[in-house]
């Protein structure tokens, strides 16, 4: 079964480093997805994208954040200056269509350790 | 954000009986309604959803319920199994928002032998 990939599984990193984390989505699928779930909170929207650009994004998402697909398969975020409000276990998703959640395949998830 | 609710973060069942996993909503320009299951150390992963314009859906064990007048829908699974044993999200998305979706915080279902 096609499956979301997300590497690393684990990231640590110092407080105002830049990270990146890297997704691969399922390869028919053209819409996809940031979320992440800070521990003990809910998992929350961060930014949906589709032909090569932000089509929404949240608040959380501010100039700190930027998402990228640098070629046909990986869909990455990139954090440049990382807080310690950062830490959160953050998913990748993915969608053939944006119009319905229910097509949205997450992956497995990034947990990002900002010290 | 408190827009989708599920007050129980918990729930024991036994093998067999019926889960009874509720949540509750506060945004009308909701028109799209899921329900998620994770388990540890993996991403959520689909499970059963509803349009506002139905009152039931249904598939195997799973069941959803909505109510809109009380903005409210539950999510029943029958025959309870232990491989149900996970955590169970609600999620609610607006029809001008498609990749947005509203989490609840979650009820971990425990299902005992």
């Not at chain 1, 053939?96 to 097509?103: A, L, S």
């Given at each position: 079964e096609p499956e979301v990939t997300q590497t690393p599984s684990h990231q640590v990193t110092q407080m105002g480093q830049e990270v990146i984390l890297r997704c691969v989505p399922i390869?028919?699928?053209?819409y996809f997805y940031w979320y992440r779930q800070i521990l003990g909170q809910k998992v929350e929207f961060l930014v949906s994208f589709y032909n090569n650009e932000i089509s929404e994004k949240s608040?959380?998402?501010?100039?700190?954040f930027s998402v990228e697909r640098p070629d046909g398969s990986n869909f990455t975020l990139k954090i440049r200056s990382t807080k310690l409000e950062d830490s959160a276990m953050y998913f990748c998703a993915s969608s053939?269509?944006?119009?319905?959640?229910?097509?949205l395949f997450f992956g497995s998830g990034t947990q990002l350790s900002v010290l | 954000d408190q827009q989708v609710k599920q007050n129980s973060p918990s729930l024991s069942v036994q093998e067999g009986r019926i889960s009874i996993l509720n949540c509750d909503y506060t945004?009308?320009?909701?028109d799209y309604f899921l329900w998620y299951k994770k388990y540890p150390a993996e991403g959520p992963t689909f499970l059963i959803s509803i349009s506002s314009i139905k009152d039931k859906n249904e598939d195997g064990r799973f069941t959803v319920f909505l109510n809109k007048s009380a903005k409210h829908l539950s999510l029943h699974i029958v025959?309870?199994?232990?491989?149900?044993s996970a955590v169970y999200f609600c999620a609610a998305r607006r029809t001008d928002s498609w990749g947005k979706l509203q989490f609840g915080a979650g009820t971990q279902v425990v299902v005992t032998p």
């Open positions: 390869s028919n699928h053209l608040e959380i998402f501010d100039d700190q053939e269509r944006g119009t319905q959640g229910k097509e | 945004n009308s320009m909701f025959p309870s199994q232990p491989g149900d």
